[in-house]
Every structure is written in C-alpha cells, then in structure tokens.
C-alpha cells in the first residue's frame, strides 16, 4: 500500500524530532505516583474489603440476640459468623493473589485477562455480602417477628388484620430491599464503568481478533 | 545498589525515549495529554525494570511496557480527536523535500490513523517500526496468523478511510 509506505517514511524521518527529556526530569518521574487503572483498582478494591468488613463488626448484635426466645438458631448463627470470616479471608487472599500476577510485562491480552480477573474477584465479594446482607435482613425480620417479646403486640395486630396485612409488611420489606440493592447496583455501574470502560472495550476488540 | 539500579534505568530510559514519545505521539493528542502518558509510561517502566534482566534488548522490553500502558493502564480515552494533531503533522514535514501533493496525503493518513481503535494503533504502531509478526502476536498475544489478518483488515480499513 502506497500510502502506508509514505507513513512509514515520514515516521522515521521524524523519529528525532521529540524534544529530549533529560535525566533530571526522569529522575523526577519515577519519584511521582501513578495514576494506573490498576493502582485505583487495587485501592477501591481494599476500601470495599474495609468497609464490608466494618459492616459486619457493626451489625455484631449479640446482647440483641440473647434477649430472644430463639433456642438454637442462635448457635446456628454464631457457627455461621465463622464460615464467614472464613469466606471473607478467601477472597482477600484471591484479591492478593491476582494483583501480584499483574505485570506490564506480560502479553496485553494476559495483563488484561489478569487485572478483569482481580475485579472480578472484588465484584464477587460484593455479590457475597449483598446476598448476606438480603438473607440477614429476612432472618432478622423473621427473628423479631417471631421471637422477640417485645414484637408481640404488633403480631398479634397483623395476624388479626388478615393476609392483606401480612402481605402488606412483606412487600413493604422487600421494596426497601430492593430500593438498597438497586443503589449499591448503581453505584458500582457507574464508579467501574469509569474505570474499566476503555480496558473492557480493548479486551473485547482483542478478543474479536483471536477468535 | 538501588541508586546504581536507578543511574542505569535513567542513562538507558534517556538514550531510548523515542519510543515513549512515538507511543505518546500515536495515543494522545495535545502536548499535556502527552507529557502525562510520558510519565505514566516511566513510572511503570521503573516499576518493571528490577525484574527486566537483560535477557532481551531494552528496546523490546520497553515497547511490550509502553503499549500495555497506553492501551490498559492508562485511564483518560484516547478516542477524542482534537484538530491540533492534524496540525501536528505539518511541522514534521521539512521545507528542504516540501510536496504539496505528499503532504496532503500524509495529511490525510496521519488523520485517517488517529481514527484507528487502540489495538488497531498498536499494530500499525508497530508496522511502522518494523516489527515482525513474531513480536506483533507476542507483544498482544494474539496468534500470529490472526495478527496478519488482522493487519491487513486495518489497511483496508485506512484505505477505505483515505478512499471513501
């Protein structure tokens, strides 16, 4: 191709052509910070771990739990707390494990593959603490609804008022339920599609080449 | 010993930074866009550089680093075409072998280049620096067949873009 030829030409007659940057002025670079897609990952990555794990050392409602009639499931519960800080120290471990194979030396496609992984890993984790988070909210509905003493005048009410009633307090839960997961849902839209759009559409385009 | 590590990184970063600033050239548009790839491009070359041992040249180690920036790690888009980099182009042209006709046409190509997506810059990237396709599949990780094709549908692509 003619034309290309021509590009190649001028591509190398002007290969001089930049102004040099001196060594002082590296020296200067390689002290500042980067801004990579990766570092910011990497930080909102633990911020999320933080944060989901500040959650569950705030919800601990032990005192709460001892003063219902619930027998067993309160062992059930504390058994469950361990599997998951088990489970939270899991995906900490996959987070670490996947950043450190991040390298800049690798193939493109790799270093791509690589880093959608450890974002995967965080928006899994996220998963994990929503569902938990959705099946705390229906036990602890279910909890104070059937074992708390100090719920039983409001029981007695809604069963006196029939099925609409009933139906009435579950809906009504699940609305502020949804409300919150659609919030949680939106934000991480639209924080990661900042981040990752331009990755995501050079893997893809990667992708579409070697298939 | 990390200071000598840093002089050898710098001395060598210095004598090859054309190829930083022909990836930067390629990837932005405007002088600070640029200077900001430049750096982001050094940082990460610095913080490669302990486990580059020398096995392959400097060169290739650092066009593998400096692609996979600009293409992965670099968040601001590359897509937004200013006019300032057609205007780029003039001053590259030297008034001694000035051709209307050539110029229009680099012109034309340097703009129709600039409309390329990130992968496809790359690999024209790296046509004109004469690399084969060995290092053009090792370099994406793409096979080497599907980089031919690849680079042929690109300049079809062009052709289609200067021919409309």
């Known amino acids: 191709m003619e034309e290309l030829d021509l590009l190649k030409k001028d591509w190398k007659k002007n290969e001089n052509s930049f102004r040099q940057v001196s060594e002082n002025e590296i020296y200067k670079m390689i002290h500042r910070n980067s801004s990579s897609v990766v570092k910011w990952i990497m930080i909102i990555g633990i911020i999320e771990f933080l944060f989901w794990i500040g959650i569950n050392l705030i919800s601990n409602s032990d005192d709460y739990f001892k003063n219902l009639n619930a027998g067993n499931i309160l062992l059930y519960m504390k058994i469950f707390g361990y599997v998951n800080s088990a489970i939270i120290i899991f995906f900490i471990y996959q987070f670490y494990k996947n950043y450190v194979v991040i390298s800049t030396t690798d193939s493109t496609r790799t270093l791509m593959k690589n880093i959608l992984k450890t974002r995967k890993t965080v928006n899994t984790y996220v998963w994990y603490n929503l569902i938990v988070v959705f099946l705390s909210f229906v036990t602890g509905i279910l909890l104070a609804y059937f074992c708390n003493p100090e719920i039983a005048p409001m029981r007695d009410k809604i069963e006196h008022g029939g099925t609409a009633m009933a139906l009435g307090f579950i809906g009504g839960s699940l609305f502020i339920l949804a409300i919150l997961i659609t919030l949680v849902w939106l934000f991480y839209k639209l924080l990661y599609g900042f981040l990752m759009r331009k990755l995501q559409r050079n893997y893809q385009e990667l992708k579409k080449i070697d298939l | ?164």
């Open chain 2, 1 to 164: 010993m990390n200071q000598d590590l840093e002089q050898s990184f710098v001395k060598q970063l210095k004598e090859n930074q054309n190829i930083i600033h022909k990836i930067c050239r390629l990837y932005t548009s405007g002088e600070d866009a640029h200077k900001d790839l430049f750096q982001e491009i050094t940082i990460q070359l610095w913080k490669a550089f302990p486990k580059f041992r020398g096995d392959s040249k400097f060169t290739t180690w650092a066009y593998r680093v400096a692609l996979n920036t600009a293409i992965t790690l670099y968040r601001k888009s590359t897509r937004s075409i200013s006019t300032m980099e057609f205007d780029n182009t003039k001053h590259f042209i030297k008034q001694e072998d000035y051709n209307y006709e050539e110029e229009e046409q680099l012109k034309l190509m340097y703009q129709a280049v600039y409309q390329l997506n990130d992968i496809e810059k790359a690999l024209i990237f790296m046509y004109l620096e004469d690399k084969d396709y060995e290092e053009i599949s090792e370099t994406l990780g793409i096979s080497e067949v599907n980089a031919r094709v690849k680079m042929n549908r690109i300049k079809g692509k062009l052709r289609k873009i200067l021919n409309p």
